[in-house]
C-alpha cells in the first residue's frame, strides 16, 4: 500500500483521489481501531511535510530513522499534550537500509511534486479563501453551525463549501473519503440551514419555562467554570512558590 500510495502520488493523482480509491478497495487505513473511523482521508496521506507526519513524509520508508524532531509537553492551561517542532540541527538521523520500502527514485518524484505544490499554493493571495493559498486560518472560516450538523446518512461532519450566496454545507466523508463511506448530499445552503436553526430556536426555546431552565443550567455551568479556574490558579501559585524556593536554595 506504501508503493502504492507513492507511485500515484508522483504520477499525478491527487491525496484525495488516493484515499478515495483505498476506501473503495477495502483497505483499512492506519490507526483502524479504537475510536477510529478506520477510513482513508488525504490528511493520512499528505500530513504535514515540516514534521515528517502523513504517508508521503515518513522517511522510515526509505531506511531513515529520525529522532528528537519534536517535543512534547502539557498545556498549562487545558492539560492537553501538545507538540513542538525541535531545530533540524537537534533531529537525530540513523540510517537503516533494511527498512526501506519505497526506491529513491519514487521517493525523490513525490518530493518534487510536492515542492510544485507548494510552490503554487504561495503564489495565491492570502485572502483568497476558496483558492490554494497557504492563509489556512484564513480559508477555514467558522460559520454560525461549524460542528453541529452531521450528515443524515453518515453520521459524519457537515462543512462549508462555495463563496457568497453559494455556499452550501456538505458531507466531509463524501469529499475526504469518496463514495464507498459516503454518497453524500446536494447541500444545503448556508443562510437557510442557519434561518432554520435559529428559527426553531426562536420558537422553542424563547419562552419563560424554557429561559429559566436555561438560566438555571448556565449559572450552575458558570460556577463550575469558575471553581476550575480557581484550582488552576491555585496550582499555578503552588507551582510558583516551588520555583521561588528551589530559587533560593540555589542563591544560598
Known amino acids: 500500500m506504501v508503493e502504492r500510495i507513492f507511485t500515484e502520488y508522483a504520477a499525478g493523482k491527487s491525496p484525495i483521489q488516493i484515499a478515495t480509491d483505498l476506501n473503495a478497495d477495502g483497505i483499512p487505513a492506519p490507526r ?31 531506511g531513515r530513522r529520525v529522532w528528537n524532531r519534536l517535543r512534547y509537553s ?3 492551561e487545558t492539560g492537553k ?6 531545530p533540524p540541527e537537534d533531529w537525530i538521523t540513523f540510517e537503516a537500509p533494511d527498512l526501506r520500502i519505497v526506491e529513491q527514485s519514487v521517493w525523490e518524484a513525490a518530493k518534487a511534486r ?13 485572502s483568497d479563501l476558496n483558492g490554494l493559498s497557504v492563509a489556512q486560518g484564513m480559508r477555514r472560516r467558522k460559520y454560525l453551525l461549524s460542528g453541529l450538523l452531521s450528515c443524515g446518512q ?20 463524501a469529499k475526504e473519503k ?21 428559527s426553531g430556536l426562536k ?11 436555561f438560566r438555571e443550567k448556565f449559572l450552575a455551568r458558570k460556577k463550575v467554570e469558575e471553581k476550575e479556574g480557581d484550582d488552576l490558579l491555585r496550582l499555578h501559585s503552588q507551582a510558583l512558590r516551588q520555583l521561588e524556593s528551589r530559587h533560593a536554595n540555589l542563591i544560598v
Not at 453518515?154 to 466523508?173: D, H, I, P
Open 74 to 76: 502539557k498545556h498549562l
Open 32 to 62: 483502524s481501531k479504537g475510536n477510529s473511523s478506520g477510513h482513508w482521508r488525504q490528511t493520512t496521506i499528505n500530513g504535514n511535510r515540516e514534521r515528517g507526519t502523513g504517508i508521503l513524509n515518513n522517511e522510515l520508508y526509505i
Open 203 to 213: 420558537v422553542g426555546l424563547m419562552q419563560d419555562q424554557a429561559y429559566a431552565k
Open 81 to 86: 499534550r501538545v507538540s513542538r517542532l525541535n
Open 114 to 126: 510536492q515542492t510544485a505544490q507548494q510552490r503554487l499554493r504561495t503564489k495565491q493571495a492570502a
Open 178 to 198: 469518496g463514495a464507498s463511506i459516503c454518497t453524500g448530499m446536494r447541500g444545503l445552503k448556508e443562510e437557510d440551514a442557519a434561518l432554520s436553526i435559529l
Open 154 to 173: 453518515c453520521g459524519g461532519t457537515l462543512a462549508v463549501a462555495g463563496s457568497g450566496k453559494t455556499r452550501r454545507y456538505y458531507c466531509a466523508n
